[in-house]
């Protein structure tokens, strides 16, 4: 393995830590907050809901270009670029 990708996983597993470290900071500094479940259920829902959208445009911008929907606009762009020299 690169060192590059050691330093970027070692990035990648902090920043988790960070974040799971504030997330069990902030529900034992607010127990007096509560969520219904309706609550609970409206967030699975939503965050369901945005992962499936960020896969389905994943899923749209791997498959437009590798099958070369977008050839023309890379074309049209190149043609609008000065030429060099």
């Not at 990035?11 to 069990?24: G, K, Q």
């Not at 479940?37 to 967030?43: F, K, N, R, S, T």
Request: net charge positive.
């Amino acid at each position: 393995m690169k060192k590059s990708n050691i330093a970027l996983v070692a990035v990648a597993v902090a920043a988790f830590l960070i974040c799971l470290a504030f997330i069990i900071w902030g529900m034992s500094n607010l127990p007096h907050v509560s969520m219904s479940i309706h609550g609970w259920v409206a967030l699975g829902v939503g965050t369901a809901f945005s992962v499936v959208v960020g896969a389905v445009l994943a899923t749209i911008l791997i498959v437009s270009r590798r099958r070369g929907y977008d050839e023309a606009a890379h074309a049209v762009f190149k043609q609008s670029e000065p030429e060099d020299g």
